[in-house]
């Protein structure tokens, strides 16, 4: 009796990292995710900001009555109307546009951030359902050959070639893989809830894995560059925005222009007779607001250019950080090929000394302890190589958030 080994061709390479059926899952999951709507609907409203910003200040209406009325050549003063329109200088307008814009940038970038994030979530997510479901058939697989031997060891108690106890320990076994198999289903259970979450739907459908995942024994050249990774070009969108707000402020900090007009009726004076007897007031005005203590705009001035500062250094910082994790990732993938090329070489040797047991089973020489130890081996080694796959595209679910375009 041997255990076949199905050394699967990869359905995954090393440069891609995602079968159709995540790529679906991944596409869903950035259209209904509520953290992904939550921040389109931010730069919507940052987007009508700029709208906003084409704003002009409110035109001032006045209207008043003479209780004592002014006498003039012309007449007497009835009553006093105007209307007053301010408007910022020059290039004030552009400049806010310009702000708000940057501002709208930046919120569009957190989109691509969230989703990015989202990609890993349901890529690392996925390889775990993937390797609990492995696992799980590993299990049944091992279940069904420990019953195997089982029937091998009653027949070998049938003729004196083993004992009772070789019964017992074969059956103790069984429950234990028996127990790891409930407890790989709560899992399964649990993490399917998760995934379903961030694909914000029903948290009981089921979810189609793929059917087998293999590691190429050739590691794909990755990007190692993240200089264009959203997170960073935020960071420069930020300091673009500082940029646009120093030049918004310095035209702030220029003359306001006002134009208006006066309408002043007058009565006509009674008795006389002339040309200009009754005739109204209308007088055009001009009028500047000159920001003569102008330390806020200074003080502005200064706290932008710290800003700015601020920014290259959090930036500085953030992309050491992500070249860190990119290297770990990288170097942890690398790790798991490995583990994985070692489990499956291990996996072999011990299905050879499977196969030696089972001959010397023939000739009624069988130890049903060497047979529980090898296969132990072999569930080990199983089991590690699954968890070797899972780690392996998981780690490569990080590369992909740190390089992909």
């Known amino acids: 009796m041997k255990r076949n080994i199905i050394i699967l061709i990869g359905l995954l390479t090393a440069g891609w990292g995602y079968s159709q059926t995540l790529a679906s899952y991944i596409k869903e999951a950035e259209a209904n995710n509520p953290e992904v709507q939550a921040f389109e609907i931010k730069y919507i409203i940052s987007k009508e900001k700029i709208s906003e910003s084409n704003d002009l200040p409110n035109t001032e209406l006045s209207a008043g009555i003479f209780l004592s009325e002014p006498e003039t050549r012309t007449g007497a003063q009835k009553a006093s109307f105007s209307i007053k329109q301010m408007l910022p200088w020059f290039g004030t307008v552009t400049a806010r546009e310009n702000y708000a814009s940057s501002l709208a940038e930046v919120d569009y970038l957190d989109i691509a951030i969230t989703k990015r994030k989202i990609r890993m979530s349901v890529s690392q997510s996925y390889y775990k359902l993937f390797a609990i479901k492995e696992k799980q058939e590993v299990l049944d697989e091992n279940i069904q050959l420990l019953q195997t031997y089982e029937s091998l060891a009653l027949t070998s108690l049938e003729v004196g070639n083993a004992s009772a106890v070789d019964v017992l320990r074969l059956q103790i076994r069984q429950n234990e893989l028996q127990a790891q198999k409930d407890i790989l289903k709560s899992e399964y259970n649990t993490e399917k809830v998760q995934f379903n979450n961030l694909l914000n739907r029903e948290e009981t459908l089921e979810i189609d894995l793929v059917a087998n995942l293999d590691i190429n024994d050739v590691s794909a050249q990755q990007i190692t560059d993240i200089d264009v990774h959203p ?24 003359p306001n222009i006002g134009f208006g007009l006066n309408y002043i009726p007058v009565a006509d004076r009674v008795g006389i007779d002339f040309s200009d007897n009754g005739k109204d007031i209308l007088m055009p005005m001009v009028s500047l607001a000159i920001p003569i203590l102008n ?3 200074k003080s502005r001035s200064l ?34 090929r490995i583990k994985y090329n070692t489990q499956v070489k291990n996996l072999e040797k011990a299905n050879d000394a499977e196969e030696i047991l089972i001959k010397n089973y023939e000739t009624g020489t069988i130890d049903f302890n060497d047979v529980l130890d090898i296969q132990e081996l072999q569930l080990k080694f199983q ?10 595209y998981s780690q490569m679910a990080v590369i992909n958030y740190l390089t992909n375009q």
């Not at 960073?232 to 035209?251: A, C």
């Not at 089991?383 to 392996?392: E, F, H, Q, S, V």
């Open 383 to 392: 089991m590690n190589r699954i968890d070797a796959i899972k780690n392996y």
């Open 295 to 297: 330390n806020k705009y």
């Open 303 to 336: 706290q932008n250019n710290l800003r700015q500062e601020q920014i290259s250094a959090q930036k500085t910082n953030r992309q050491n950080l992500l070249e860190t994790v990119l290297n770990t990732a990288i170097n942890n993938k690398e790790a798991e």
């Open 231 to 254: 997170e960073l070009e935020k960071y420069d969108r930020l300091y673009e925005s500082v940029t646009q707000s120093e030049l918004l402020n310095q035209k702030e900090s220029n």
